[in-house]
């Protein structure tokens, strides 16, 4: 897997209520080492985030956001800011979550604009891709994720490229219980890595993180992990609980 460190993101969601929050962090602080050979991250809801910064100062985990505005300021009501979320210390903002592009009709041309935003302002997109049953299992696969790649990288240099990873989610694999078979996922991986490499250069490609998520447990993650083009795990459910999290940092060494 060349120089590709691998990544550990939960994504909270909506979920954790605030006095969660901070026993959760106390519980898996000590045990996410110096030394430790994967980054990891939890994504947590915006008004978690200041505190969580200063929570984990000084350790190995980072704080990210579920979402950011592409623009830095201005007069959108209930939008945060990318470059706020900076200022605060968050590091990584997921871009076009399934349940954004879902839920919220985040289209192609916003996930790009976030993504340059989010860029703009330093912090690290992790760029969702998804990808439907019919489109998981039948031939129109590749046009499905990599169109939504090429949209979603439009006019990003291969600098820019530098700090972007992508995660590759099969929709109903998402909170589902089922998750993708690993055979599968390394596929979609590996064409999304052949993609990156037409797109910029087989370097970049080379030297681009590809995470995968969807019903991870500490049960298959490993399953996930040894493949060749997933370079990480993008964890919903099963990082709600502190143990299993530090389970699949572990796993991910
Ligand atoms: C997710 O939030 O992107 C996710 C994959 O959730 P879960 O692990 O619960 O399927």
Redesign the pocket.
């Known amino acids: 897997k060349g120089l590709r460190r691998p990544l550990v993101l939960a994504?909270w969601?909506m979920n954790m209520a605030p006095n969660e929050v901070h026993p959760y962090l106390e519980k898996v602080l000590p045990e996410i080492e110096k030394d430790t050979k994967a980054d990891v991250a939890i994504a947590a809801q915006d008004l978690y985030l200041a505190d969580m910064v200063r929570q984990v100062a000084d350790s190995r985990l980072m704080v990210a956001a579920e979402n950011a505005h592409w623009t830095d300021e201005g007069a959108y009501t209930g939008e945060t800011s990318p470059k706020a979320l900076a200022m605060l210390g968050v590091s990584y903002v997921l871009i076009g979550?399934?349940e954004r592009r879902k839920l919220f009709n985040e289209t192609d041309e916003r996930v790009n604009e976030k993504t340059k935003a989010a860029l703009k302002n330093g912090l690290k997109p992790i760029v969702d891709l998804d990808e439907d049953l019919s489109a998981y299992a039948n031939v129109k696969k590749e046009s499905v994720v990599l169109k939504q790649l090429a949209l979603a990288l439009k006019g990003l240099s291969e600098t820019d490229m530098k700090h972007v990873a992508i995660a590759y989610?099969p929709t109903w694999?998402?909170?589902?219980g089922e998750a993708a078979s690993a055979e599968q996922a390394e596929k979609s991986a590996a064409l999304i890595r052949q993609s990156l490499a037409n797109l910029y250069s087989r370097d970049l490609a080379d030297n681009t993180r590809i995470l995968y998520?969807?019903?991870?447990t500490t049960t298959n993650a490993s399953d996930f992990l040894s493949q060749e083009d997933i370079d990480g795990i993008?964890?919903?459910?099963?990082a709600l609980d502190p143990d299993q999290f530090l389970k699949l940092v572990d796993l991910a060494q």
């Open positions: 994504n969601k979550h399934f989610e694999a998402i909170g589902s998520g969807g019903s991870v993008l964890v919903g459910k099963a």
